[in-house]
């Protein structure tokens, strides 16, 4: 059992503590996309975001916390690119967030997930798993004079929660191995187009090393709070890409979410999101393989769609979002082969705490 729920934790962390499902990774760019204003013509334009500079206001370290021994060093985000396809209607405006130094945030996560395996030709029962939650609190530190937001995060709550069918071996299992990222926490900067510019992470010392080694791609989906904006002014129906790579899990794979604004009320806006993930033939590369394991991913594929909304004087978006994945993979170890194919159904909602 305890297996099962390192594996449940690992593919939670993959599917982005799938944030990964309703936002991208990025990183902010002196590149100027220029979008028409013809409101009846569709827009093509691209921009590849880079970091910017600001070297008055340097970012002050995150305060070291308590618990924490194992500490990924600050680092840049991965590139990506954003095509705005169309600019909408009329009352385009300029989307940008509003953020508040000392505000204080709990992102309320709800993950639920269904597993399928097969091995060869014997299919195994497909697995549903009890309601993952989780409590993440988000500290604005500092709103710097270009706009940009210091936060600080913490995971503090963690919970799983099951039904009368649900084993509670099962339920008791899956708590411990969450409950090994508990405490887990860090800073990171984004912009007021909802770009991360860079973050940094540490995890609790007693978090198991397979965990740990997932810390990579966390850093890399903490970003996925905020969902990028466009440069230039949008209106209502204005649809927007977001493309990027990333490794997750040892997989190196290509994201791709888009965004269709429909509906602009002052600050408040809300959007349907579609997703796409692929990856190519690879060999995975992890390094808790045991020794002599090889595993070749031959296929993988997701899919999913949702809904967003967005107060932008707020870090936290209300989101829901269901997906799909399946993957293929062959696994040699000991002299022989054994091909594996594994489905997954994600459903994921997100919102802030309401006081």
Known sequence: MKNLSTLVLGMFLLAGLSFASLT??????????????????????????????????PAKPAEPAKIETVQAPPAVMPEAKIVVENAGGDNKVALRYLYKGGDVTVAM???????QISMGAVQQPAVSLPLMKMNMKITNREVKESGNLLYDFLLDSVDVVGDDKTPPAMIDSMKNALNDIKGMNGSAEVTTRGITVSAEMKMPSNTNPQLTSMMENMRQQMN?????????????????????????????????????????????????????????????????????????????KSSGNGTVKMDLTRMVPTSEITSETKMKMEVE?????????QSMTLGLKLYPEQK
Request: net charge negative; with cysteine.
């Open 24 to 57: 991208a990774c990025n990183k902010e760019s002196g590149d100027k996309q220029k979008a028409a204003d013809d409101k009846t013509q569709p827009v093509k334009t691209s921009e590849t975001v880079k970091p910017p500079v600001d070297a008055r206001n």
């Open 109 to 115: 996560m709800e993950l639920k997930m269904g597993m």
């Open 224 to 300: 996925q709070m905020s969902v990028p904006l466009p440069e230039a002014p949008v209106g209502p129906g204005a649809t927007w890409t977001v493309t990027t790579q990333m490794t997750s899990g040892g997989i190196l794979m290509t994201n791709q979410y888009k965004y269709t604004l429909t509906k602009l009320e002052g600050n408040n806006i809300e959007m349907k999101v579609e997703l796409v993930q692929s990856a190519e033939p690879q060999e995975l590369k992890n390094p808790n393989l045991p020794a002599g394991t090889v595993i070749h991913m031959q296929e993988f």
């Open 333 to 341: 170890a000991g002299g022989q082969k054994q091909n594996i194919e």
